[in-house]
Nanobody, 127 residues
Framework: QVQLVESGGGLVQAGGSLRLSCRAS??????????LGWFRQAPGKEREFVTG????????YYADSVKGRFTILRDNAKNTVYLQMNSLKSEDTAVYSC??????????????????WGQGTQVTVSS
């Protein structure tokens, strides 16, 4: 099993930045082959895909709502994936969860595509 733990959430003013981290532990010997991603869920709304990165880190993809403002990065040596969030807006307020898939070479945008899910970290953007 793989455990994912997010950190870095908090309260920030609109226009500000935050960096979320998600560290994997457990059976992480093949972490470098995991597709990874971030989802978010705002109060009263459906969970939505935010961004994903392929196993090599060479391909990233983003929801239109965050494109140009958010960046996903991975550090395989640290078994960690990051979400750099800039120019934050009030509508970015949500619980952000990282996800990992044990294998695959495609792009994955559905929660059910993944095999491991973190508990989430709250991001609140004040306007």
């Amino acid at each position: 099993q793989v455990q994912l733990v997010e950190s870095g959430g908090g309260l920030v003013q609109a226009g500000g930045s935050l960096r979320l981290s998600c560290r994997a532990s457990g059976r992480t010997f093949s972490f470098s082959s995991f597709p990874l991603g971030w989802f978010r869920q705002a109060p009263g709304k459906e969970r939505e895909f935010v961004t994903g990165i392929n196993w090599s880190g060479g391909s990233t993809y983003y929801a239109d709502s965050v494109k140009g403002r958010f960046t996903i990065l991975r550090d395989n040596a640290k078994n960690t994936v990051y979400l750099q969030m800039n120019s934050l807006k009030s509508e970015d307020t949500a619980v952000y969860s990282c996800v990992a898939r044990a294998y695959g070479r495609s792009l994955y945008t559905e929660w059910s595509d993944y095999h491991y899910w973190g508990q989430g970290t709250q991001v609140t953007v004040s306007s």
